[in-house]
């Protein structure tokens, strides 16, 4: 069993268009994150939500919008792609609501291609 | 948020044990320490956290000294499947956390 899954795996697209990727936990988690992985293997973190509300919203253009429809689920929606959007989009949870709170646990990535 | 500094790469031979050092000089008081493994196509897994002294469990140890601005990861007699890259993050357990990884330190192993 997947515990945290992410679709599509690869994603190529034109500059413009509008796509998201989808993500799911089965671990019963409270907390979700998506993070962005550059060329350089950097892995920044771009949102986070707790129980189905946004509780971290790092300096990120708001052509890219989260929505958790519930707390198994955190989406992630980018309008208008440009090329510097390319990387590797990972989705993460973790348990945070007790002490001590868990590790992230990562899903698979999404590599994102803009031509 | 604590910063990391960790070798770009390192090289080591099947059996050999490796030790990664992380330097974060400005760990805060509520900071642990946490590595992650990462493979190629696949996102970083949990390997060991720890907040002082040496942790141990069945994959790897994990050795912070008492000023804790530092700490070292130590994987005993490594094989081909420990090829990856090796994150080590700064920050509180628990708690909202903005946590961002550095660049890690990618390990080869030879045959």
């Known amino acids: 069993d997947t515990a945290v899954s992410q679709t599509p795996k690869y994603l190529v697209t034109q500059m413009g268009n509008d796509k998201s990727i989808k993500c799911e936990q089965n671990?019963?988690?409270?907390?979700m994150y998506w993070y962005k992985q550059d060329s350089k293997k950097f892995l920044k973190i771009m949102f986070s939500?707790?129980?189905?509300?946004?509780?971290i919203n790092e300096t990120v253009p708001n052509r890219f919008s989260p929505k958790s429809p519930d707390k198994a689920h955190l989406n992630l929606h980018i309008n208008s792609l440009e090329l510097g959007d390319s990387a590797v989009y990972f989705c993460?949870?973790?348990?945070?609501?007790?002490?001590?709170?868990?590790?992230?646990?990562f899903g698979n990535g999404t590599r994102l291609t803009v031509t | 948020l604590a910063k990391t500094t960790q070798p770009i790469s390192m090289d080591s031979y099947e059996g050999q044990e490796v030790n990664i050092t992380c330097s974060h000089n400005?760990?805060?008081?509520?900071?642990?320490i946490t590595w992650y493994q990462q493979f190629p196509s696949q996102g970083p897994r949990f390997i060991i956290q720890?907040?002082?002294t040496k942790v141990t469990n069945e994959v790897a140890s994990l050795f912070i000294p008492a000023d804790r601005k530092s700490s070292t990861l130590s994987l005993p007699r490594v094989s081909l499947s420990d090829t990856a890259v090796y994150y080590c993050?700064?920050?509180?357990?628990?708690?909202?956390?903005?946590?961002?990884f550095g660049s890690g330190t990618r390990l080869q192993v030879q045959p």
């Open positions: 939500y707790n129980n189905k509300e946004l509780i």
């Open positions: 400005n760990i805060a008081t509520n900071d642990y």
């Open positions: 993460a949870s973790s348990q945070e609501g007790v002490w001590p709170s868990g590790p992230l646990h």
């Open positions: 671990l019963g988690h409270d907390t």
């Open positions: 993050l700064v920050g509180p357990r628990a708690g909202r956390r903005a946590l961002t």
């Open positions: 720890g907040y002082k």
